[in-house]
């Protein structure tokens, strides 16, 4: 039996284990709830520019929620102490980290672009936005490593959830902060993908017409590689902290 044939059969035991929790469903299934909701919702509120603020923030949440989901998934399986059967998987442990990883980014990924699909705004730099929602996904396996390598169990694991969700609002304070507070905000990942994001949806001289928060006077890329960077030294720190709580 091939590596992939043991990964896909350890992906459709963790898919029947989210299948028979309602509750992990249904928050798979919120963002794009929420999606149709701001669809239906956005025409009958007399606010300029609102459909254009809200086209990111099904994308944004997306990933968040599918940490939060495969975190918990995580944190069950070291409370039933299943987590040392990962030690005699006949897998090499680069591959397992990959799927441990790659799973929560594919899956948030996906959901991201079915939102925007059900927001009905479609991007206008669709480049940017393919790779903004990318950065993005990648906040699903830091929830999710975040998560498991913190958190002692599922109660603890509900709390840090909730902060670190919170933490995912950053980019609304962008709408209230001066220019020169704006940097307070450099440190969320989220609020550089936010921009990006309302960036790639804007028509030309949407954004100067609205009057919009202040871009960071930085090149278009750095909405790109900053969070980027800042996901990928996360999701460093926390799988070296998972991987010293393993058995």
């Not at 043991?6 to 509750?23: E, I, M, P, Q, W």
């Not at 991201?112 to 699903?140: E, H, M, N, Q």
């Not at 304070?173 to 940097?183: E, K, N, S, Y």
């Not at 609020?191 to 030309?204: E, H, T």
Request: charged share 10%; proline share 8%; hydrophobic share 55%.
């Amino acid at each position: 039996m091939s590596e992939l044939v043991r990964v896909l059969t350890l992906a459709r035991k963790d898919a029947r284990n989210v299948a028979r929790d309602g509750f992990l469903l249904w928050m798979m299934g919120y963002p794009l709830v929420l999606s149709l909701a701001m669809r239906v919702a956005v025409p009958f509120v007399d606010l300029e520019g609102l459909h254009l603020w809200l086209a990111p923030a099904a994308v944004v949440l997306a990933p968040s929620l599918i940490g939060m989901l495969l975190g918990f998934s995580l944190i069950e399986e070291r409370e039933q102490e299943t987590w040392i059967l990962l030690r005699v998987l006949p897998v090499h442990e680069r591959t397992l980290l990959l799927y441990v990883g790659g799973l929560p980014f594919a899956l948030a990924y996906l959901l991201s672009l079915v939102c925007t699909a059900l927001y009905g705004r479609p991007p206008v730099d669709w480049p940017a936005y393919l790779a903004c929602t990318a950065v993005g996904s990648l906040t699903a396996p830091v929830m999710m490593l975040g998560m498991a390598a913190l958190a002692r169990d599922k109660i603890q694991g509900l709390a840090l959830g909730k902060i670190l969700s919170a933490s995912s609002a950053a980019p609304l304070l962008c709408f209230v902060l001066a220019p020169a507070w704006q940097p307070l905000l450099y440190w969320s990942p989220w609020y550089w993908i936010y921009l990006g994001l309302v960036g790639s949806f804007a028509q030309p001289g949407e954004l100067a017409a609205l009057g919009a928060p202040v871009w960071p006077a930085l090149p278009g890329w750095s909405l790109i590689v900053v969070p980027a960077l800042e996901c990928a030294a996360l999701i460093a720190v926390a799988g070296a902290a998972l991987r010293r709580r393993m058995p």
